[in-house]
C-alpha cells in the first residue's frame, strides 16, 4: 500500500508521514527531496513553480510509486498534491492501493507553522500560491492537523484500518 499525505506547505505532510511510517515500519518518502535542484532554487527564491516546472518531479514521483507497488513495498509518501491531474498521474498506478489523507488546517495555522520552520526552501510567502493552486481532493481522507502529530497519526490509522 501507498499511503500520500497531501496538503499545501505547512500543513504537517513531513511530521505526519514520517510519524505514521515510524509507527508502521514503513519506508518514507518526502517528494520535496526528490525535486530537481532548478525547482529549489526558484521556490526559495519566492518564485511559484509552473506545471512544466513540476514535470519532471511528478515522473520521479510515479516511478517510486510504481517500484513500490510492483515490488508489494508499504510506503508513506509526503506530497504537496495540490492539482488533481498530479494525483491523478500516482493514484491511476493502482487505486485500490493508493490512499491519500489530505492534511488542512485554518490560513492563520498554515502562516504561523511555515513562518516557524527553519532551515526549509519554501517561504511562507508562496503559501497563499499553494492554496490558490489547491484543488480539493475528492477522493482522500480529510484530516483537520490542529491537534497533536500523536492524534493525528491514530486518526489516520484508525480510518485507514493500518
Request: glycine share 6%.
Amino acid at each position: 500500500m501507498v499511503v500520500i499525505i497531501m496538503g499545501v506547505s505547512g500543513a504537517g505532510k513531513t511530521t505526519v508521514g514520517r510519524t505514521l511510517a515510524a509507527e508502521l515500519g514503513w519506508r518514507f518518502i518526502d517528494a520535496d527531496d526528490l525535486h530537481p535542484r532548478s525547482n529549489v532554487v526558484k521556490m526559495a527564491a519566492g518564485a511559484p513553480l509552473t506545471d512544466e516546472d513540476r514535470a519532471p518531479w511528478l515522473r520521479k514521483l510515479r516511478d517510486e510509486v510504481a517500484r513500490a507497488l510492483a515490488q508489494g513495498e508499504d510506503v508513506v509518501m509526503a506530497f504537496s498534491g495540490l492539482k488533481q491531474a498530479y494525483r491523478t498521474l500516482l493514484e491511476e498506478l493502482d487505486p485500490a492501493h493508493v490512499k491519500w489523507v489530505f492534511l488542512h488546517a485554518p490560513h492563520e495555522v498554515l502562516a504561523r507553522r511555515m513562518s516557524q520552520r527553519q532551515g526549509h526552501f519554501m517561504p511562507a510567502s508562496l503559501l497563499e500560491s499553494q492554496m490558490a493552486a489547491m484543488e480539493l481532493p475528492s477522493r482522500a481522507l480529510s484530516v483537520d492537523v490542529t491537534p497533536p502529530p500523536a492524534d493525528i497519526v491514530k486518526h489516520i490509522r484508525d480510518e485507514l484500518g493500518v
